[in-house]
């Protein structure tokens, strides 16, 4: 999205994300900017003008090229499947999460603007960022919503990219992306869905503002990178579940040993009364058979509660 398209996007998010950016981004589907309104086919003597851009071979090749791409997607969400029937329907895994969405701020600054071009438009035109991330918020719940209802799950997946520490000054999250963030938190939940916030790098400087009164105790689960988790566990004891994130690097390049005494003691300090859960601070792109197979097996071992009766007898 180019600085001075803030007012089209604004205007109609849908609209300006078919009919431009994806021309832009997907050099197959240029001729998807001769789609016309599909308002126009609201009145019969209109409905064939609508349809002419079908016919010409620019519009066919791009739809061909949807369609390919359909059958790829088909393929791989097929295969995919078969991979995981033995850990769903054989043992009874759930599937975690169920759906996804996003920060409006990152839509705006991850997809549509990119890194350099929010970081310039906080400065140049703050008013357009914050009208766009605010108008981006019912597209973020209804996304969410969406895919987790086809879906029969209620975990909404979140990966918050540019609200850390050191990213944005705390004047900056308070303004650009909190609001609208917490917004879609509180759209998810008053819809039943509990939003699977994966909290990227360290998060100190913004456990005061993320456990905001408004939202419901119990209602979110948090996952932690480089967050120090004591002070979580602080904040958060009796309000959410978090989740303690095993270092990427330490699931690459650590040892078995490294891996369950990592495991140990987060476990003896974080979870003496609930509400912690063990996971990865990263999405795991390298990460050796035997630290994964350690990861559960440690968690399984010192991770598992005695009931209180027979802890008291």
């Known amino acids: 999205m180019e600085a001075g398209e803030y007012d089209d996007f604004i205007n109609d998010p849908e609209a300006y994300y078919l009919r431009t950016y994806m021309p832009r981004a997907f050099g197959a589907l240029g001729a998807l900017g001769m789609l016309p309104p599909l308002y126009a086919t609201m009145e019969l003597p209109f409905v064939p003008a609508f349809f002419v851009p079908m016919g010409l071979p620019e519009m066919q090749q791009a739809l061909q090229a949807l369609m390919d791409a359909g059958k790829e997607a088909l393929r ?139 939202i419901p105790a119990g209602s979110i689960y948090w996952t932690f990178d480089k967050t120090e988790l004591t002070r979580v566990k602080e904040r958060f004891r009796g309000w959410a579940a978090f989740g303690a994130g095993i270092p990427g690097s330490l699931m690459y390049t650590g040892t078995p040993q490294q891996v369950e005494e990592w495991i140990r003691d987060a476990i003896d300090t974080l979870a003496e009364d609930g509400g912690m859960a063990i996971g990865t601070g990263v999405v795991l792109d390298h990460a050796t058979p035997e630290n994964v197979r350690m990861m559960f097996a440690a968690t399984e071992r010192y991770g598992s509660y005695a009931p209180v009766a027979a802890a008291q007898g």
Not at 175 to 194: D, H, I, M, Q, R
């Open 76 to 214: 791989w969400a097929t295969a995919m499947a078969e991979i995981d029937a033995p850990l769903f329907e054989v043992r009874g895994m759930p599937a975690l999460p169920g759906a996804f969405t996003k920060a409006p701020f990152d839509i705006v600054g991850d997809t549509m603007r990119g890194t350099m071009g929010i970081m310039m438009d906080k400065f140049r035109r703050p008013n357009k960022v914050l009208a766009a991330c605010e108008r981006i918020t019912p597209t973020a719940i209804r996304m969410g919503v969406q895919i987790a209802t086809a879906a029969d799950n209620p975990f909404v997946f979140i990966p918050m990219h540019k609200g850390a520490d050191g990213y944005l000054s705390d004047k900056d999250f308070k303004t650009f992306y909190w609001p609208s963030f917490k917004a879609t938190l509180l759209g998810l939940v008053n819809e039943g869905l509990v939003p699977y916030n994966f909290v990227e790098g360290g998060y100190n400087e913004r456990l005061d503002v993320i456990t905001d009164p408004d």
